[in-house]
T-cell receptor
Framework: AQTVTQSQPEMSVQEAETVTLSCTYDTSESDYYLFWYKQPPSRQMILVIRQEAYKQQNATENRFSVNFQKAAKSFSLKISDSQLGDAAMYFCAYRGGSNYKLTFGKGTLLTVNP | GAVVSQHPSRVICKSGTSVKIECRSLDFQATTMFWYRQFPKQSLMLMATSNEGSKATYEQGVEKDKFLINHASLTLSTLTVTSAHPEDSSFYIC?????????????FGPGTRLTVL
């Protein structure tokens, strides 16, 4: 079974600084998808970024980028120029190529200090 | 695009009653919808997967007779918690995958907080 590990239960960053959230996963599949979701205090799950495993290029979405290391099974999220609105729980998630289910990590609570 | 709504956002009910939660994809057709449960400060736990017009697939340990799921159309899925008890109190979240493009991505509703007295 696939597992997703987020080793940082909590992280903090100063406003305007950069922070990296780590995520590792375990799988025997070669075709899969990886996601970062954000859950602010409202508890609405918001898609931050997605990465297809077959793509070597790291995905980016404005201030959010990933470092996808397929051989190491690592998928970290970098948030640049952190803003107060970035404060939330961040979940890393895995989806296999042939399975619709998402496997979530336990989450990292990000605090942004003004 | 890819907006998912849930109704109600909060519900309080007495023990023994049934509660229905609706999940709608507002601007797309959803091939597959998912129901999750989330306890405070924990991750999401998948309860079941549903496809339009077919029976839901439940995860191990989830009672299908207690958590009834109906995926009546490509834009609507409902979760009914039957004979609710205080231990069913939780935050329930649905998600949906779009037909056609980016079927690998799930878009989430805002969640429903259920409190059973």
């Amino acid at each position: 079974a696939q597992t997703v590990t987020q080793s940082q239960p909590e992280m903090s960053v100063q406003e305007a600084e950069t922070v990296t959230l780590s995520c590792t996963y375990d799988t025997s599949e070669s075709d899969y998808y990886l996601f970062w979701y954000k859950q602010p205090p409202s508890r609405q799950m918001i898609l931050v970024i997605r990465q297809e495993a077959y793509k070597q290029q790291n995905a980016t979405e404005n201030r959010f980028s990933v470092n996808f290391q397929k051989a190491a099974k690592s998928f970290s999220l970098k948030i640049s120029d952190s803003q107060l609105g970035d404060a939330a729980m961040y979940f890393c998630a895995y989806r296999g190529g042939s399975n619709y289910k998402l496997t979530f990590g336990k989450g990292t609570l990000l605090t942004v200090n003004p | 695009g890819a907006v998912v709504s849930q109704h109600p956002s909060r519900v309080i009910c007495k023990s023994g009653t049934s509660v229905k939660i609706e999940c709608r994809s507002l601007d797309f057709q959803a091939t597959t919808m998912f129901w999750y449960r989330q306890f405070p400060k924990q991750s999401l736990m998948l309860m079941a997967t549903s496809n339009e017009g077919s029976k839901a697939t439940y995860e191990q340990g989830v009672e299908k007779d207690k958590f009834l799921i109906n995926h009546a159309s490509l834009t609507l899925s409902t979760l009914t918690v039957t004979s609710a008890h205080p231990e069913d109190s939780s935050f329930y979240i649905c998600s949906a995958s779009r037909a056609g493009e980016d079927t690998d991505t799930q878009y989430f509703g805002p969640g429903t907080r259920l409190t059973v007295l």
